[in-house]
């Protein structure tokens, strides 16, 4: 089992920046691919970034050069450093898990979308212009 609690979210204004964390509680050993998606009211959900247990990082193109994922593998957390940020950017931000014995790798279609994998409740986040 896995839990996953984000935090973080908030309203800043064009430009800004925030940081998005997220706690994972785990009670299974394996490695573990986490990810980040979001989603608007109304639109698709969308796959943004997704880093693997060795620390290589895969980002969507929305993402790329404005957000910057990481983990801290001894504390079971993931981070989302969201800089530049757009009023489109406006969503629910969700943090995602797969063992990666299941998702057979890790990338962000797989962390994100996995019915095996886990989810947490989401942080909001509205960026004004």
């Known amino acids: 089992q896995e839990q996953l609690v984000e935090s973080g979210g908030g309203s800043v204004q064009s430009g800004g920046s925030l940081r998005l964390s997220c706690a994972a509680s785990?009670?299974?050993?394996?490695?573990?691919?986490m990810g980040w998606f979001r989603q608007a009211p109304g639109a698709e959900r969308e796959g943004l970034a997704a880093?693997?247990?060795?620390?290589?990082?895969m980002y969507s193109t929305s993402a790329k050069g404005r957000f910057t994922i990481s983990r801290d593998n001894a504390k079971n957390e993931l981070y989302l450093q969201m800089n530049s940020l757009r009023p489109e950017d406006t969503a629910m931000y969700y943090c995602?898990?797969?063992?990666?014995?299941?998702?057979?790798?890790?990338?962000?279609?797989?962390?994100?979308?996995?019915?095996?994998?886990?989810r947490g409740q989401g942080t909001q986040v509205t960026v004004s212009s």
């Open positions: 785990r009670d299974s050993d394996g490695t573990w691919c």
């Open positions: 995602a898990a797969v063992r990666k014995e299941v998702a057979v790798g890790c990338s962000i279609v797989k962390v994100t979308t996995n019915p095996f994998g886990y």
């Open positions: 880093i693997d247990s060795d620390g290589t990082t």
